[in-house]
């Protein structure tokens, strides 16, 4: 079994920066791809980032790339997503997820409870 705990989330003035965690533990999460995706209310789950196990792929939407950055520190059994350049269209409860390389949301095994980003214009 594999748990996911978010934190890092809060409000931010556009323009500003956040940067989100997910520990993870279990006893195989660290052969897991991770991933972050983001749902606004009245939205459907979007993906937004995600990164290889050994973390030497990442693959970004088009919509944050250049602004997001995700990162994992497998020491810590830590992923990071560091949000610059916020907009309000960013606003959602961001999920981590672990399981399988992929953009899509459906293919992931494991998910965190989620951590809420305002952004205020």
């Known amino acids: 079994q594999v748990q996911l705990v978010e934190s890092g989330g809060g409000l931010v003035q556009a323009g500003g920066s956040l940067r989100l965690s997910c520990a993870a533990s279990?006893?195989?999460?660290?052969?897991?791809?991770m991933g972050w995706f983001r749902q606004a209310p009245g939205k459907e789950r979007e993906f937004v980032a995600t990164i290889t196990w050994r973390g030497t792929i990442t693959d970004y939407a088009d919509s944050v790339k250049g602004r997001f950055t995700i990162s994992r520190d497998t020491a810590k059994n830590t992923v990071y997503l560091q949000m610059n350049s916020l907009e309000p269209e960013d606003a959602a409860v961001y999920y981590c997820a672990a399981g399988p390389y992929s953009t899509s949301w459906s293919l992931y095994d494991y998910w965190g409870q989620g951590t809420q980003v305002t952004v205020s214009s």
């Open positions: 279990g006893r195989t999460v660290s052969r897991n791809a």
